[in-house]
Nanobody, 125 residues
Framework: QVQLVESGGGLVQAGGSLRLSCARS????????MGWFRQAPGKEREYVAA????????YYADSVKGRFTISRDNAKNTVYLQMNSLKPEDTAVYYC??????????????????WGQGTQVTVSS
């Protein structure tokens, strides 16, 4: 069974930083492209960032480019999302996702087939 567990969310003031982690078990971690999505109340799930299986390619939504950084540590079976210069509009539940299929930056949640339960990020103004 593939499991993804997010952690690191919390309450932070605008301009602050958080680092989210997603630990994965099952399968071979290095064979999966990994992504981060978020969902605010009343809104659809939104693409945030992703990284290729090799780690050689990263992808970001325009709204977070320059502020967020996705990275992975295959030895720890963990993907990270470093979030700097946080804004109130970043408030959402953040989900990590994985896919073993071909991935080259598709923004659709349908491109991913494994999901975590999410971690809440709240940014106060």
């Amino acid at each position: 069974q593939v499991q993804l567990v997010e952690s690191g969310g919390g309450l932070v003031q605008a301009g602050g930083s958080l680092r989210l982690s997603c630990a994965r078990s099952g399968g071979t971690f290095s064979r999966y492209a990994m992504g981060w999505f978020r969902q605010a109340p009343g809104k659809e799930r939104e693409y945030v960032a992703a990284m290729s299986r090799s780690g050689g390619s990263t992808y970001y939504a325009d709204s977070v480019k320059g502020r967020f950084t996705i990275s992975r540590d295959n030895a720890k079976n963990t993907v990270y999302l470093q979030m700097n210069s946080l804004k109130p509009e970043d408030t959402a539940v953040y989900y990590c996702a994985a896919t073993s299929g071909y991935y080259s930056g598709n923004h659709s949640p349908a491109a991913f087939d494994s999901w975590g339960q999410g971690t809440q990020v709240t940014v106060s103004s």
